[in-house]
């Protein structure tokens, strides 16, 4: 739900059958972060005058706010604002005569996790011990996502602002945003805003980095900042580094201002008709996410949660079903033939198989890997060799080089551009991380 105000009309010769009778009026979000606010339709029926403030709720429950489930609405207007008082929590706690919450409650509060990757809480990240770097993650390396990017140029400031604040809560000695050098407009974007901080506030700057894929990665990205290399295993607190995606940290720009995290950024593109960022409720569904990009245009196709490399396939009845969570960054249309389409298909008696009937050991799987370029001892292509010559998968689980398979970031580059023969790597070793973790084996660190 969402406060509006009411600023025009909305005059229709011709609509939908299923629309006569609602009001339609335009109106435009009074409490954003974007430099223009959005402006959009939303169905009326509770009277809503020009000029008034209101409250707005999109989706699917704007559908159920109307009465039925097949209208074609994204937005309608479900109260009238009479009065409305805004004060910051810190002021009111004053009032109160409570002492002020430090920046981890007040991140813990809002319930903010890691927009990135696996969506650690954000609060318990940062409350580690012995942390010396603070690295705000606006690589972006997945093909296709945009949505970091479009943070750093629409939202510099408060991504600077939160970052220097929490480096001055956590003790960090340097808080350092890693990203491309192509990205010259978001580069500019934050340099402006760096040079805003009051002298007093930590010292933020950027790092940047060729073009390279993973160079998103968690720990490719600590060792480019700080040189350190994450131990097999470990995490980069383990080197004295707290790594948080961009788009988390203007997350807990807003928890410093009191508000929760319930709206979510995320890339809607692919095969739809105006692909574009969303800041969308949490819960919002995918269909919907779709059609607010112009519905797909094609009309077999597949989502993908994420990008096209790491992320996670569904069928249009599964994407039917789905909805946008606190780690979805992106949602990717794309044909059901195509080759992402075709590669989550293939069952794994076909992938042993074929790395049985195909596998070469040419080694360029283990030899582009990034966790082996940074010294791990993860070699794929000796996983690939012991799994084709294997009838149980349980068998191999004791196999010390098996048993490294944990150690895969599930970048795909051993599949999408290493293999020359088509094998599939990183599924196989997604497979024996799960069949590891169910039998309770863990990586030593």
């Known amino acids: 739900m969402i406060i509006c105000q009411v600023i025009g009309h909305v005059w229709a010769t011709k609509k939908e059958e299923a629309l006569e009778g609602i009001k339609l009026m335009v109106v435009r979000e009074t409490r954003t972060n974007q430099k223009e606010p959005s402006v959009f339709v939303a169905a009326d029926r509770v009277g809503a005058g020009i000029g008034e403030d209101v409250l707005v ?27 409305m008082e805004v004060e910051k929590e810190a002021a009111q706690q004053k009032k109160r005569g409570e002492r002020a919450m430090s920046i981890l409650e007040q991140i813990r509060d809002a319930g903010i996790v890691g927009c990135g990757g696996a969506g650690f809480p954000t609060h318990a990240k940062l409350s580690g011990k012995g942390i010396r770097w603070l690295i705000l993650n606006g690589a972006e390396c997945e093909p296709l996502l945009g949505t970091d990017r479009w943070l750093m140029r629409e939202r510099p400031g408060d991504i600077v602002t939160a970052a220097a604040a929490v480096t001055k809560e ?76 961009v788009a988390t940290m203007a997350a807990v720009h807003d928890a410093m201002e009191g508000r929760p995290f319930t709206r979510k950024y995320l890339t809607v593109t692919g095969e739809v008709a105006d692909p574009k960022v969303l800041c969308v409720p949490v819960g919002t569904s995918y269909l919907d996410c779709i059609r607010l990009a112009g519905g797909a245009t094609v009309e077999d196709w597949i989502a993908v949660n994420g990008g096209p490399m790491m992320g996670k396939p569904m069928t249009m009845a599964e994407a039917a079903g789905a909805v946008v ?54 070699e794929p292509h000796k996983i690939m060799r012991k799994m084709a010559i294997s009838p149980d998968i349980t068998q191999l689980l004791d196999d010390p080089d098996v048993r490294k398979a944990a150690l895969c970031c599930q970048c795909g580059v051993c599949e999408s551009y290493a293999c020359p023969m088509g094998l599939q790597p990183r599924r196989v070793n997604a497979l024996l991380k799960d069949t590891l973790g169910k039998a309770g084996v863990r990586y030593p660190k």
């Open 170 to 245: 956590i003790g960090a000695q340097e808080c350092v945003i890693g990203l491309k050098k192509a990205y010259t407009r978001e580069i500019a974007a934050l340099e402006a805003a760096i040079k805003k901080l009051p002298r007093t506030a930590p010292v933020v700057r950027l790092h940047t980095m060729d073009s390279f894929y993973p160079a998103g990665d968690e720990q490719v990205l600590v060792y480019e900042v700080t040189g350190q290399v994450v131990p097999p295993a470990g995490i980069p607190l383990d080197v004295g580094a707290a790594v948080n995606n």
């Open 57 to 83: 709720v999109s989706g699917s429950t704007a559908r159920r706010a109307l009465g039925r489930d097949d209208l074609p609405v994204d937005s309608a207007i479900v109260g009238i604002i009479d009065t």
């Open 325 to 378: 969570t606190k780690t979805t960054s992106g949602i990717l249309i794309l044909r059901s033939d195509g080759a992402i389409g075709r590669a989550r298909k293939i069952s794994l008696e076909h992938m042993k198989n074929r790395a049985a009937a195909s596998c070469i050991q040419c080694s360029y799987c283990t030899e582009l890997c990034p966790r082996h370029l940074l010294g791990h001892p993860l």
